[in-house]
């Protein structure tokens, strides 16, 4: 490993949790990842995305998710056009969100791999519980970029990294799937090279304008 999988910075160091998996942390971004070596296959991966009970009309799931969709939908014009990326087995997100008058596309590599979406460009793209799943960042925000139109939004959902102590502690750490893990500065080194806006209204929750 020689540089930031997000930042692409030469800034970074390795590390080890006490389960001996080897993590790198970037003194540009501030984000900490995952060793290659340590990820999941496929079939795991999908395994375990499986596990997660996603049930579209869980009102508990669709309170969660409305962390997110509250403060984006107030930045958005009525009948704008949306993905949501990494959407999962359950896309409850999607229904909530044509509830509300959107137009929403689907897209998740294992679910729904929609390729039609990359000839498209949309008004806004949800991303919740999927960054930290990502294993080359640095791409896939090139690729969010590239599908959203100029003024657009991108409202992420993940949980913000954790103290340098409680990291080896962190619940989130210890999902098999989760490779990448994000502060609020890494949240701004992303928008700041890519020319966005960057807006964190609440704990977890990120939205980008571009």
Not at 106 to 125: S, V
Not at 136 to 164: A, H, R, S, Y
Request: hydrophobic residues 30%.
């Amino acid at each position: 490993m020689n540089k930031c999988i997000v930042c692409e910075s030469g800034l970074i160091e390795s590390f080890y949790t006490s389960d001996k998996k080897k993590h790198w942390k970037c003194n540009t971004c501030a984000a900490k990842f995952l060793d290659t070596i340590h990820y999941v296959d496929e079939e795991t991966e999908k395994g375990r995305y499986l596990e997660h009970k996603n049930i579209i009309d869980d009102p508990g799931y669709r309170k969660f998710l409305s962390k997110l969709s509250d403060p984006l939908k107030d930045k958005l014009s009525p009948n704008s056009k949306g993905l949501d990326f990494g959407c999962g087995h359950g896309p409850a997100l999607e229904d909530m969100l044509k509830s509300d008058g959107f137009e929403v596309d689907l897209y998740d590599p294992f679910f729904f791999p929609n390729q039609d979406i990359f000839t498209k460009q949309y008004d806004f793209i949800t991303c919740t519980e999927t960054v930290e799943h990502f294993f080359n960042p640095c791409e896939e925000f090139k690729t969010l970029d590239k599908l959203l139109l100029p003024g657009g939004w991108l409202g992420v959902m993940t949980d913000f990294i954790t103290t340098e102590d409680a990291f080896d502690r962190w619940y989130y750490r210890r999902d098999p799937t989760h490779v990448v893990f994000y502060s609020e500065k890494t949240f701004e080194v992303i928008a700041d090279q890519r020319g966005w806006n960057c807006e964190i209204p609440s704990k977890n929750i990120v939205l980008f304008n571009k």
